[in-house]
């Protein structure tokens, strides 16, 4: 990362490493964006980040990508902000994650081959914000990601916190455990059940759930307990193992995980079953959440790929 540069009105301009496969990335997270929160006008991606109890808004500008860096703008604020939010959004970003091991062992399946070409060392991207992550998770359950998106933007709406001038943060644990689940069910426009487990989440972060990184090295996957993590949401009403691998791969950075119960890739991979999707994976260990990124991506966003198979943005 380049000295932090100070830009227009007080704000911090910072240079991070450019990742290899920028449009994977860049196309990633925007698929994750949550109206209302995330801005992604401009060919940039704006959205204010939480991190030590402070807020600052950021600013990714995709759209000044060079092969020195990607500009990255924190917005004016507390000063004392200014390194725990790089930190996130580092993470976020997935800084550090890119693996050529990972990609020499895909590219030998035939399966992924391809796309290993078309996206090399991408990274695995990470989590703005553990609880955003895992509740928008939750509410992808058994519904397509734009439907997903849809009622992560009414909860912003109904239970997040505005900022001056910009995209407003979405909703923290305890304001969503102190809503009522039926209100919640009513403003978010999804079933009981559905309501029940994000409430269910929220009480589990106050009881003491962390969702996020325990360490604040910035590199993603380093030095956390998957298995506690998957053990202590699976014990949530609502939460199976395709939800709680889900938020251990994008909160954690675990880089070996693989969601059999997944249809999108089962129909990558061309079956039906759980047991043989989770067969063909076998062998990609220990990057199953490498395969897992690609296939993903495969299906959301095909046209990713650039000229000869090199993906680039713009």
């Known amino acids: 990362m380049t000295r932090p540069d100070r830009g227009p009105a007080g704000a911090v301009d910072v240079l991070l490493p450019p990742p290899a496969s920028p449009r994977f990335l860049r196309d990633f997270l925007a698929s994750q964006a949550v109206p209302g929160c995330d801005d992604l006008s401009g060919g940039a991606h704006r959205r204010p980040v939480v991190a030590g109890g402070w807020v600052r808004t950021v600013t990714v500008g995709w759209d000044r990508l060079t092969p020195a860096g990607l500009p990255v703008r924190v917005e004016p604020g507390a000063e004392d902000a200014l390194v725990p939010v790089l930190r996130r959004v580092r993470r976020w970003l997935g800084e550090g994650t890119e693996s050529s091991a990972a990609d020499r062992a895909l590219a030998a399946d035939p399966a992924l081959a391809a796309d290993v070409r078309s996206w090399p060392l991408i990274r695995l991207p990470g989590s703005p914000d553990g609880f955003e992550t895992a509740v928008l998770t939750v509410l992808g359950q058994q519904v397509s990601l ?19 001038g910009g995209p407003g943060v979405f909703p923290t644990a305890d304001r969503i455990a102190a809503a009522d689940p039926a209100r919640l ?76 119960q997944d249809l999108v890739l089962r129909r990558a991979l061309g079956v039906t079953g759980t047991a043989a999707a989770a067969e063909i994976s076998a062998d990609w260990s220990p990057w199953r959440s490498y395969a897992v990124m690609r296939l993903w991506a495969r299906a959301a966003f095909p046209d990713s790929a650039g000229p000869s198979g090199a993906a680039g943005v713009g």
Request: positive net charge; proline residues 6%; hydrophobic residues 45%.
């Open 146 to 164: 734009a439907a997903a998106r849809t009622f992560a933007g009414r909860l912003v709406r109904h239970y997040g916190a505005p900022t001056a």
């Open 185 to 260: 069910q009513q403003d978010v426009g999804i079933t009981t059940r559905r309501a029940a487990t994000v409430h269910a989440l929220a009480g589990a972060v106050l009881d003491g759930l962390v969702l996020d990184a325990p360490t604040e090295s910035g590199v993603a996957g380093a030095g956390r307990d998957t298995a506690l993590l998957r053990h202590r949401l699976l014990a949530l009403p609502g939460i199976g193992p395709w939800t709680a691998g889900s938020i251990a791969l994008r909160v954690l950075g675990d880089p070996d995980v693989f969601l059999p």
